[in-house]
């Protein structure tokens, strides 16, 4: 384990509390977003392609719930699992307590916000039959 | 810091992808909360994907979250087996070996247009 962490800088297990949350956290998500962001780039960049993706394409996909949870999934996994990485590099250069709750404050903002943003377009997008 | 051994250049490389991943994230949050905004707002908005000096970002983007998997993968095997340490160079290289050979299909897929394979 020592020699892992001296090799590539990553942090060691935490012995408990948040920060093993945390930690726990980080590499479950990794697992689940695995599938979910390789299922995610091989829809969009390999059956389709950004040249051909439009409002269309959006209206069909969101037609079934199951694409509307998919996307939900990734994106809660993608956010969180970010903000929590950054949270890591953050608190290796910010020292002073009230910056880092500064900074701990404001991910939680940008989180909350993009989430909000997020699942705003998810559960309220409506298509008219004709669109 | 990157001291020059392979998993310090894999670390720096995992936060960077990382960072740059999340930067990418919030720009998409945005750009597809324009579909609340109807056709013709968000038509425009992704018309910056179909631009060819998007390319290769979004060619950057895909290999940025591809490393930062697999690098990802590399890091819970050290994490749930230490022994696996022991064999972290081979793991090392074994891994850029099938990520080289993942993004040259990812390349031609994204690229190959723009330089006119396809």
Redesign the interface.
Known sequence: ?R??AF????QE?PAGGLPLFLWFYI?VS??A??GL??GH?YIM??IN???T????F?AQRFRTPFWRAYDLLI?LF??SH??I??RG?LDDYIHHRGWRAAAEAALWI?GIV?AA??A??LF??QFSPG? | MYRGSPGMLAWVLHRITGVAVLLFLFGHIIETSMLGLGPDAYNRTIEIYRQAWFKPIEFLLVAAVLFHAGNGLIVMILDFWPNATRVYRRMFWIGAGVYILVLLPVAYLILGKVVGLR
């Open positions: 384990m020699e892992a090799r590539t800088g990553y297990r590499r990794a697992l977003m695995i962001v390789i780039l960049h390999v392609s950004t040249d993706i439009d409002f269309q959006v994106l993608a956010l970010g903000l990485g950054l590099i940008v993009f943003l997020g705003l377009v309220t997008l669109s």
